[in-house]
């Protein structure tokens, strides 16, 4: 596709209205408005999620669903050091499910060469276009069926695979073997071709039931971005039998902001994790904590009490405690100013004159909007509330500020 000056020019001058608007107005000579708002609202989708990408005025976008499809620069990034940290052999990769090309081009700069894999003829296109306007002349784009792709080729050193989760009819599938292509029966033609493979799955995907269908994970990756759980990525080995008790599994929490620095992951296996004592407080002490999303995904809810020196607060509460200020702990971090019970007067004691909190419950019977209600309390300010059980099966209420 490409667009006249007239169009572009219209586009740079619009880059920030509303799109739905411009819709509305009578389409100026020479202006192809159909394509100036598919590119308006494409530039306006990615500025947030791929920043970098929104600074190249001669890319080009799809229509939404690629858009919401397509990994963030912040992930795509994190996918890079992956493949880096493996160490081996880079020479070249394959992107089997190539999509707008997000990955594929924080992968290629890697590589010597890449192969872009489509099988719709419109991304194809576009990503032609951009890869050329991304300064990316090495990535080949190739429109064809993953399966395809693989049966006519030879020399790879990594495939990277991100299977569509969308059935036939539009709606999200979480399980491998209903996305396309199946990854399960994929996995043997994939190391067949590299010795290497990069999968990404649905964050909504049971991790143990990964590592139990897939034969040869050499390691996994629970990705969080802003503390929500974004992607699972699982690399998997050519000769690595999986032992699904022994894969390392690292958990991290990206910031969505490109100058922030990369955090640590929190490293563990689940024997580690199974043999891992969790010893209970009596008590809230000094500091709470509450780990991110990607922590919580994976499950390292005991191993964390050996590694960070903590105890918990209740088996399924999953929030901990220390008197001892853990400042590397994986999540937020918070100075506990006092707790109670739930009667009247303790509540009274405990909250005073507060009118606004933040809240969260946390092995609670009570939804925050119920609690809320019954506390008189708006939503916001410095107050850190957390409704919890305690290991002896007390309903108290946890008064904190953030520590960091």
Known sequence: ??????????????????????????????????AAIIQ???????????PSWTAHEDLLF???????????????RYKAEVVRNCGGVR????????????????????????????????????????????????????????EEFLSQTQGIDWIYLDPARRDGHGGKTVA??????????????MLDKAPHVLLKLSPMLDLAQALQELKH??????????NECKELLLVLERGYNTEAGDVPISCINLSGRNDAPQPNAFLFTRNEERNSPCPLAEKPQTYLYEPHAALLKAGAFRRITQVCRMQKLHPNSHLYTSDHLVEDFPG????????????????????????????????FPATVAELRKRLHLADGGETYLFAT??????KVLIRTVKAR
């Not at 490409?2 to 920030?16: D, G, P, Q, V, Y």
């Not at 308006?40 to 791929?50: C, D, E, P, S, Y």
């Not at 059980?389 to 007390?394: D, I, K, M, V, Y």
């Open 62 to 76: 799809p229509t939404r669903l690629p858009l919401e499809q397509c990994s963030s620069e912040a992930t795509a």
């Open 176 to 189: 491998i073997a209903h996305c396309e292509p199946d990854a399960t029966q994929l996995e043997p033609l």
């Open 389 to 394: 059980t305690l290991s002896a099966g007390e």
């Open 332 to 363: 937020r971090i918070f100075c506990i100013q006092g707790w109670s019970g739930f009667g009247k007067k303790e509540l009274k004691t405990l909250l005073g004159p507060e009118k606004r909190a933040n809240l969260s419950v946390r092995n």
């Open 40 to 50: 308006i609202a494409g530039r306006q989708a990615l500025a947030g999620k791929v």
């Open 1 to 34: 596709m490409k667009l006249n000056s007239e169009t572009c020019h219209f586009i740079r001058l619009h880059a920030r209205d509303d799109v739905h608007t411009l819709a509305l107005q009578t389409p100026q000579p020479g202006v192809d408005l159909e």
């Open 91 to 146: 020479k070249r990769m394959a992107d089997l499910t190539g999509g707008l090309g997000v990955d594929c081009a924080f992968l290629a700069q890697l590589f010597e060469q890449v192969d872009y894999v489509e099988r719709q003829e419109g991304l194809c296109n576009l990503a032609q276009h951009n890869f050329t306007a991304l300064g990316l002349p090495h990535i080949n784009v190739h429109q064809a069926q993953a």
């Open 217 to 226: 994970v050499a390691s996994a990756h629970v990705v969080a971005v802003d």
